[in-house]
């Protein structure tokens, strides 16, 4: 039996809630709170992720520094003639992920050989396509009249783009593919392999990149139209200003002053990976996992996948009606003594049908 479907019993107090003695005016409310922490832990979290980039740029090495395990393939060196693929193909892979009792299933999506091509026109598509089919599977078994209790969820709650680290400007490539994207997922944008350049270059590169996507009104993730307050205003600020975030990745353990860390050794010393001091992968850790990880997901839900719900639910709505005005017209033609009946009948058909219509 689930906790919310227990009986109540005369003496309310469960584990980890407070004792309030003599305390008549208590009533309980707070308790909820444990009980739903009770309730996330048998479920668990799922987080899917996806990593958008050139090959070679770190994409799964930053996957596995983020879950300090091998969450994603390392990418192979290509034959010559296999340099040039014709398409990308992408790939899942999920993992469970348990700390301190948590646990999460975590899916790295990958697309390898995004913007590979000398031709790279139209290269967003099978990403938009892999994004929108992931929201119709969702929209399917939400709309099955024996829906599951709970909903599989492969929809992606963000897509980190890599952006090389060439110091200059984005490229087109990087400006279609984000301008297109943010439309319909969240996107963190990355500068990949900071290390590869000077403090000096990484801030001038970052400023470029953030005017740059003010001046093609990209919205990344967090988007300022979503903030619900002036507290939430007041943090997101903070991470818009340091957007995108300039990363480096590393899946070695090295020794530094008697701890353990991960890091990547050069002829000048070991990068710390998680030093703030040494790059920006801190916070874009922080972001996904331990502070905007429940809101990367509600705006999955709530904005991006509302908004294809609703589009998809309006197109096989106007689809269903064309169809039966059709029909009506045809009826009256071949029978009009029996007209007025059957458009009758056909209309209270379609009214009551049309919130279960099947695509
Ligand atoms: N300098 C530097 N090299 C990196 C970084 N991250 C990954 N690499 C190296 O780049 C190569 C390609 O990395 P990989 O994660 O397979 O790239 P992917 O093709 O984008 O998945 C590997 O040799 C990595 O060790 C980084 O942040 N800085
Ligand atoms: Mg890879």
Redo the contacts with the bound molecule.
Sequence with gaps: MSESAKPHHPTPQGKGEKTHGSDFSYVGIDAILEQMRRKAMKQGFELNIMVV??????????MNTLFKSKV?R??VQPNPEERIPKTIEIKSISHDIEEKGVRMKLTVI?T?GFGDQINNENCWQPIMKFINDQYEAYLQEEININRKKRIPDSRVHCCIY?IPPTGHCLRPLDVEFMRRLSKVVNIVPVI?????LTLEERDYFKQTIREELRANGIDVYPQKEFDEDAEDRLINDKIREMIPFA????DQEYQVNGKRILG?KTKWGTIEVENIAHCEFAYLRDLLIRTHMQNIKDITGSIHYETYRVRRLNESNAHFKTKVNLYVSLLSFELPGLFLERTLTVRTVVERSSHITKM
């Design positions: 980039g050139q090959s070679g740029l770190g994409k799964s090495t930053l994603s390392k990418s990958d390898p890599f990949a392999k900071a290390d590869t990363v480096v990745g590393s990547r």
